[in-house]
């Protein structure tokens, strides 16, 4: 079995991942319209049937707004923390409402055996009403996802360590950020413990603690104002260089489109 991998966009205007083994498929969030699912899924050839689960990382409403359709009109369960569910609960851009037979607690630590993959929910820093990052097990692979954090803890250096396949957020620059337009209290967000992860910081973690196993890193969650995928590649291409770790030769790296799909990875 191959590992399939596909980003439908990942961007403050929405953020939704697919991940297949061949026999199970899932999603990691599901922050787009639905119209937009649907027409990505009919362009590569997928199908909602064939997902059996969402997982969320966290309530806000990039990460949640095709949700509640996806799990009233197709059945599939949604997997959260219970402090997310209560957040997806209170939204209001979730104008479809999970009902209580689609819900799926999971709990930060906690592994769920779903046929063939197993996933675990682990916390991140931001500012949402709860944050999780997942790590999945597939085809004795590890594939794990880590959006919108501020900050890399421990917890999240543990899972970034022992990973095959990493999506992680490189959000922003940090000189675009501070001569940009945003408002200061924006900006202080932001650049917050428990706001989003700029490219250097990203660039230097990955470099001085480069998992030994790492195959692909997904760079996620590119700001629209405040970031260039080519910019984000070569902070961290630069960074990697001087551990002698070279793109293409040791691992491959790709800036996820904010508002488009990426075709699918067969890993």
Not at 6 to 13: C, K, Q, T, V
Not at 127 to 153: E, H, L, M, Q, W
Not at 211 to 222: D, F
Not at 247 to 253: A, C, N, P, Q, T
Request: glycine residues 6%; hydrophobic residues 35%.
């Amino acid at each position: 079995m191959n590992i399939k991998f596909l980003s439908l966009a990942s961007g403050s205007s929405g953020n939704c991942y697919y991940l297949s083994n061949g026999n199970t498929s899932i999603l990691i969030d599901g922050g787009l319209g639905i119209r937009s699912v649907k027409k990505i899924f009919k362009d590569h050839s997928l199908s909602l049937d064939d997902i059996k689960a969402v997982f969320v990382t966290h309530d806000h409403a990039d990460h949640i707004k095709a949700v509640g359709h996806l799990a009233g009109k197709h059945n599939i369960p949604v997997y959260a923390t219970a402090e997310v569910h209560e957040g997806m609960k209170r939204s209001y851009c979730m104008t479809e409402k999970l009902a209580d037979n689609m819900k799926r607690f999971i709990s930060k630590g906690e592994t769920v055996k779903l046929d063939e993959l197993e996933i675990t929910c682990f916390e991140v820093p931001h500012d949402a009403t709860d944050n999780v990052g997942y790590s999945i097990k597939i085809c004795d692979k590890i594939f794990t996802f880590i959006t919108d954090i501020g900050r890399i803890t421990p917890i999240v250096a543990e899972y970034v360590s022992i990973s095959d396949y990493l999506v992680m957020e490189a959000n922003y620059d940090k000189s675009m950020l501070d001569t940009g337009p945003y408002p200061t209290h924006l900006k202080e967000r932001i650049a917050s413990g428990n706001g989003h992860l700029c490219n250097k910081e990203l660039a230097e973690f990955i470099s001085n603690n480069f998992p030994p196993k790492l195959k692909y890193l997904w760079l996620c969650h590119l700001s629209k104002d405040n970031n260039h995928p080519e910019l984000a590649l070569k902070t961290v291409e630069a960074s990697l260089k001087t551990q002698d770790i070279i793109i293409g030769r040791d691992l491959e790296v790709v800036p996820l489109r904010r508002t488009s799909p990426t075709g699918i990875f067969e890993l």
